[in-house]
């Protein structure tokens, strides 16, 4: 069975740093790995997804992230936080040997919460 | 192109009732899957269309259902609603099946039960 753990409820950081939300993951396969982010009383935004190739992905709003394959991780960074990064984000992960299915299997979120 | 579109926005049902959640995918789009969030359980599958079809189910009771219509529209079904069943419902729509595919989601629904 896929599973995606983002360990850290919430990140704190000051506007101008660079963040970091982490996810690692588990599937029998090669995985493909997305990243949305979730503002209050919205769905969910596409950011970026690995699916093969470069391990660092670039994604909307200046957001990447980072595949390593040893370590099962797929974490999200931005150089420069905004206070309008602050947002729950999710990882979430696809097995490739799943098929044609298309469910994902999220993460449980990791709140940002930027400060000025 | 215009997102993805849910209606209703927000419904409030009592217990025992039913309801009828509906999905319209962007323009092209052929497969429409629903989750279900919650603080709780975080974001659960529900089952994905396509082609009227439906092709993945997650684990969830009978009481829940679903169908695609052939210009790719989805509605989703609770029966005998539960307190439990308060949550977000959120539609995600794709260009096609497949594990590559990119989900696009819609804004949801929020279902309260009391």
């Known amino acids: 069975a896929q599973s995606v753990a983002q360990p850290e409820d919430q990140v704190n950081v000051a506007e101008g740093n660079p963040l970091t939300v982490k996810c690692t993951y588990s599937v029998s396969g090669n995985p493909y790995l997305f990243w949305y982010v979730q503002y209050p009383n919205r769905g969910l935004q596409f950011l970026l997804k690995y699916i093969t190739g470069d391990n660092l992905v670039k994604g909307s709003y200046g957001f990447e992230a980072e595949f390593n394959k040893s370590q099962t991780s797929f974490h999200l960074k931005k150089p420069s936080a905004l206070v309008s990064d602050s947002a729950l984000y999710f990882c979430a992960v696809r097995d490739m040997r799943s098929g044609t299915a298309s469910k994902l299997t999220f993460g449980t979120g990791t709140r940002l919460q930027v400060t000025l | 192109k215009a997102g993805v579109t849910q209606t209703p926005r927000y419904l409030i049902k009592t217990r025992g009732q039913q309801v009828t959640l509906s999905c319209s995918p962007i323009s092209g789009h052929r497969s429409v899957s629903w989750y279900q969030q919650t603080p709780g359980q975080g974001l659960q599958f529900l089952f994905e269309?396509?082609?009227?079809?439906?092709?993945n189910k997650g684990n969830f009771p009978g009481r829940f259902s679903g169908r695609q219509f052939s210009n790719s529209r989805s509605e989703m079904n609770v029966s005998t609603l539960e307190l439990g069943d308060s949550a977000l419902y959120l539609c995600a729509s794709s260009a096609n099946l497949g594990t590559q595919e990119t989900q696009y989601f819609g804004p949801g629904t929020r279902l309260l039960v009391l």
């Open positions: 269309y396509f082609s009227e079809t439906q092709r």
